[in-house]
């Protein structure tokens, strides 16, 4: 394997010509791609009419992964799956890494680097549980309101990509992290700061997103914490340019202050635009590479899922996104509705499989984090520049592909670039766009009246003055305590290992509260977290939308039924 990892390297684009530094008057504004009007170029499709590629990649196992990797003996091998977490390590350098020294003579295993998750929450399950692995940020969720659900991934997806990024099985020992027989994410030593913004239905709204991204700014060193990567599996159809779109902005305020934002390229499949916040340039845009089931990385395409931009904003690289297995949430939403996720010969049933460029942005988190840990002094544009000067080319000129596919421990072998390379020069956004430009095609239903979200209002109902709210940002004082935009949010302080969650107060955005209009009984019915997971959750009595974290990660077989997908919104987050 390793010659064909030096094979591909000799592949690489000049380092020179990668970043394209020179400010642009424009730059792909984010998919203006939605019911009414389809980005052009695109399919005649959106994120809620029926796509094809929707809620089609629960358990995508194309190449034949589970029985070719549980053929010999009936138990699922990791060595002889090409989606496991051991090969992707293996294959695209993070095993390399975790044999190399930091300054400090400490392994690179991404020690020290905190990667805040903005996603479905994360559950307790092995691979996540050791000590200081998992600290909980604020939950900024419709479900933040009762302590049964608080923080936790009724869904499974948030679950899913903290293994990626920094799962480590309590069993494995210092130094011996390459072992097959145990479950070790990208970054092990890595630590993950969970800040939940989406429902068990995968509903959020970009609001919710945008006041985690505050959250992560203004807490990235309080109380030991030390952020230093955003990972975004999550994606809007956006209507405006980057230049104007609030969530861009944010994304834009985080990468000044130090914090290297990972997010997702979309799965709608080529000839669609990125979608936001990946369409902002200064991110690092995400697509997924498909091994196509051989072992020969030389033959290596683009995922036929992965949004392959407009000629003004490409993905910045491919990452492992096909058919990856990562830790399952037992009870969840995808678990429940999706059993062909679950892998073929796993005697203790705690594996998921899924596809998607949500996936391959949480190897690329994980690899920033080791890359950080090496040298902790690194922007995020010299990130950046490392990641994709060092990228192995794929075969064939799509334009996917970016700069190519990740390489790890090329990136941690080459040269610091100096800033005056590094450096991005695009023109920074705005942020004075519209919140409801910022959704696209993404909102959520109030579950009282079935009012959707819409306009210049956050999800707690309060009016968005987006000039005021860029000031605040900027100047690092958005959130006070745990207020957000004028309302109460959250809780202001930091308890053991997690934010304390106070309930949200007077937050109506449709005349009724939420408590008042008892959102966590028609969405929960009274089902908590227990070793059985989320056990009855009724996806027909649902309170939220899902339109915010679009299901195009996951493959759904779905027993030939595509009922699923329409009945539950078809944007859910299985996403990116």
Not at 134 to 154: C, I, K, M, W
Not at 313 to 325: I, T
Request: hydrophobic content about 40%.
């Amino acid at each position: 394997m390793e010659s064909n990892r030096s094979k591909r390297r000799g592949w690489r684009l000049s380092a020179g010509l990668l970043l394209g530094s020179l400010a642009l008057t424009a730059v792909a504004g984010g998919s203006a791609r939605s019911v009414a009007s389809p980005e052009p170029g695109a399919t005649a499709t959106s994120a809620s009419d029926g796509s094809e590629l929707l809620g089609k990649r629960w358990g995508d196992d194309t190449t034949r992964e589970d029985e070719k990797a549980s053929k010999a003996t009936g138990l699922w091998d990791a060595k002889e799956d090409f989606g496991s977490l051991f090969t992707a390590t293996k294959w695209y350098g993070a095993q390399k890494a975790w044999t190399m020294d930091d300054a400090t003579k400490t392994k690179v295993t991404g020690r020290g680097v905190d990667v805040a998750l903005i996603d479905t929450g994360v559950a307790p399950v092995e691979g996540l549980t050791a000590p200081g692995k998992v600290v909980n940020g604020p939950d900024l969720s419709f479900e933040s309101q009762h302590a049964d659900t608080r923080y936790l991934d009724g869904y499974g997806h948030g679950t899913h990509m903290a293994g990626i990024i920094a799962g480590r099985d309590t069993a494995v020992l210092a130094g011996k992290e390459a072992d097959s027989k145990r479950f070790v994410g990208m970054a092990p030593g890595a630590r993950i700061v969970n800040v939940k913004v989406a429902t068990a239905d995968g509903g959020a709204d970009v609001s919710q997103i945008i006041a985690a991204i505050d959250w992560v700014v203004q807490h990235r060193n309080h109380d030991g914490l030390n952020i230093r990567v955003i990972n975004l599996s999550y994606g809007t159809h956006s209507t405006q340019p980057y230049l104007v779109d609030p969530l861009a902005y944010a994304v834009e305020n985080a990468w000044r202050k130090g914090i290297v934002v990972v997010a997702a390229a979309g799965n709608d499949g080529a000839g669609n635009a990125l979608t936001m916040p990946a369409a902002d340039p200064y991110a690092i845009a995400v697509g997924a590479v498909d091994h196509l089931g051989t072992a020969d990385l030389r033959d290596d395409v683009p995922g036929t899922f992965t949004n392959s931009g407009t000629p003004l904003r490409r993905p910045d690289l491919l990452a492992p996104g096909k058919s990856v297995v990562s830790l399952r949430t037992p009870g969840s939403y995808s678990d429940r509705t999706h059993p062909e996720g679950l892998v073929t010969g796993d005697a203790a049933q705690r594996l998921f499989r899924g596809s998607g460029t949500s996936q391959a942005t949480a190897m690329v988190s994980g690899a920033v984090a080791l890359l950080l840990q090496q040298r902790p002094d690194l922007t995020p544009d010299q990130v950046k520049y490392l990641l994709r000067s060092t990228a192995d080319s794929v075969a064939g000129t799509d334009p996917t592909q970016g700069s190519g596919v990740l390489d790890i421990d090329g990136a941690l072998e080459a040269r610091t670039p100096h800033a005056l390379i590094a450096t991005q020069r695009w023109l920074p956004a705005t942020g004075t766009g519209t919140l409801e430009g910022a959704r696209g095609d993404s909102h959520v239903v109030d579950p009282v009246d079935g009012t959707v979200l819409t306009g210049e209002v956050d999800a707690m109902g309060t009016p968005w003055d987006a000039r005021s709210w860029r000031e605040a940002t900027a100047a690092g004082r958005s959130w006070t305590g745990g207020t957000w935009n004028g309302r109460t949010w959250t809780g202001s302080d930091w308890s053991g290992s997690s934010w304390t969650a106070r309930s949200w107060r007077d937050a109506a955005w449709s005349g009724d509260s939420w408590t008042g209009g008892d959102w966590l009984a028609r969405s929960w019915r009274g089902d908590l977290w227990t070793s059985g997971g989320w056990s009855t959750l009724d996806i027909e009595a649902r309170s939220w939308s899902a339109r915010s974290w679009r299901a195009r990660s996951w493959r759904d077989v779905l027993s030939g039924s595509e009922e699923l997908p329409s009945l539950l919104g078809e944007d859910l987050m299985g996403a990116l």
